[in-house]
């Protein structure tokens, strides 16, 4: 039987190039994005093409209506789940804290964190009930250490508060042999730059990493994937850096 494998935010990025690796290893996968149905629509065929199950939902996790919706569907659809990557998240326009709105701040902390939250409190109902353990990746960013002054600190805060989570959801569940890992994603090529009003901004600032260049989302799956597995199966309540040494 094939593990069945949630990927928020699978439309695009990260989470897509998640699902496409993850269906070459063997996993069903919902794929769950927000707006863009046809990045959607685009990955589930490539998981259908690897010979995998894919479930298309649209849900927007900054709205825990949607969030159980999301779990009712994959209840009918596939009936269990063993694996979660908590990936869906939004940066914001550059802006130093004193220009900062309390909407920013409530979008940020909706989506980025308590859509997290929710989303894998509803994992780790269904994997307790199930009695077979499971895993979940949170995504973070090096953000969360480095604060990203004049950038977007709301956004820092937000991936800090997805460490701390994974640290203390770990405890709560490892002896039911659940395991929650987080990865910490640098500067990394996707559209989450220009969706924030900055095209280019990981080719623009890869001089600061150490190892000269940015990142790809296949090699952010990569470890994403490796912490899922069986091989990682004495890791858990930990972060990943995934960061060319950044
Ligand atoms: P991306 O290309 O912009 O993709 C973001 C994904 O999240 C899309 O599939 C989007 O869906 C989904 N999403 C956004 N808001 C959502 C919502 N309210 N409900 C459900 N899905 C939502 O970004 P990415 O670079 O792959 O980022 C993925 C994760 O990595 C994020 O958590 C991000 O913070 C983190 N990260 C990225 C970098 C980087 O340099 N790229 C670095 C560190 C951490 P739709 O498009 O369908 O709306």
Redesign the pocket.
Known sequence: MAKILLI??????????TARLAARQGYDVVV??????A??EAVAADVRAAGQKALLI??????PD?IDAMFAAIDAGFGRLDALVN?????DQTAKVTEMTHARLRRMF???VI?AMLVAKEAVLRMQSQGDGGAIVN?????ARLGSGRQYVD?AMS?AAIDLFTKGLSDEVAADGIRVTAI??????????A?GGEPG??QRLAHMVPMKR??S?EE?ADAILYLLSDQASYITGTCLDVSGGR
Not at 32 to 37: E, L, Q, T, V
Not at 58 to 63: E, F, H, L, N
Not at 139 to 143: L, N, P, R
Not at 184 to 193: D, K, Q, W
Request: hydrophobic share 35%; net charge negative; glycine share 14%.
């Open positions: 928020t935010g699978a439309s695009a990025g990260i989470g897509a190039a769950n994005y927000n707006s863009d149905s990045g959607a649209q849900a927007d996790v900054s709205d949607q990936n869906a998240g939004v940066v909706d989506i980025n859509g995504i973070s960013s090096a953000a956004y991936k910490r994603p640098g500067l990394i090529e996707t559209e989450i730059h969706k901004r990981a940015e990142g989302a952010v």
